[in-house]
């Protein structure tokens, strides 16, 4: 069993990086013949999804165009505390084909508020891929097209995902141990 210490926690490895890019390649073959012959944009959401959007966005045939966002927390005037902004729309996406590349969907409130965002925006048609999912902490009613792993619901680490910060290069995805 192969194990890591980040920070103050250990963690041990659940999903190989081999089994993680044999199952990006089979989405991105699913995302290729899905949307043959169309145009997409592919919109990262950062910081947690670069890892897997750089892998799946290697493996993509398509006419195809990447953009990321990030949600940002900053306080706002209300006394409520703080907001999140999706900071770093540089696309125009009015009318396109949309796939938000996710690293992990739990709770889904992240999905929703991005979903809602590119609603208003008038894109052509929305679809959600994440590599990993939460059915057990899922809430929303959003439907996820394409899904990489579902995982138990516990914290994570590894491929893009991060512990206070640290975690984000290892190559698998490993699972804090109680
Ligand atoms: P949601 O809005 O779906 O509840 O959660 C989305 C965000 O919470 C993810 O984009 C991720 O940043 C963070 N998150 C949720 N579960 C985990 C986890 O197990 N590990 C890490 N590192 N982050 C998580």
Redesign the pocket.
Known sequence: MKETVILDKKFMEMISGDEINKRIEEMAKEINRDFKGKEVVFLG?L???FLFTAELFKKIDLKARISFVKLASYEGTRSSGSVKELIGWNEDIKGKVIIVL????????????IIGELTIRNVAEIKVATL?F?PK??TKKIPIDYIGFE?PN????GFG???DGY?RNLPSVYTLIK
């Open positions: 959401i910081n947690g999804a996710e690293d992990i969907v739990d709770t889904g409130h992240t999905l929703e508020r990993l939460k902490a899922y995982i516990d914290f994570v680490v995902l991060d512990y975690g």
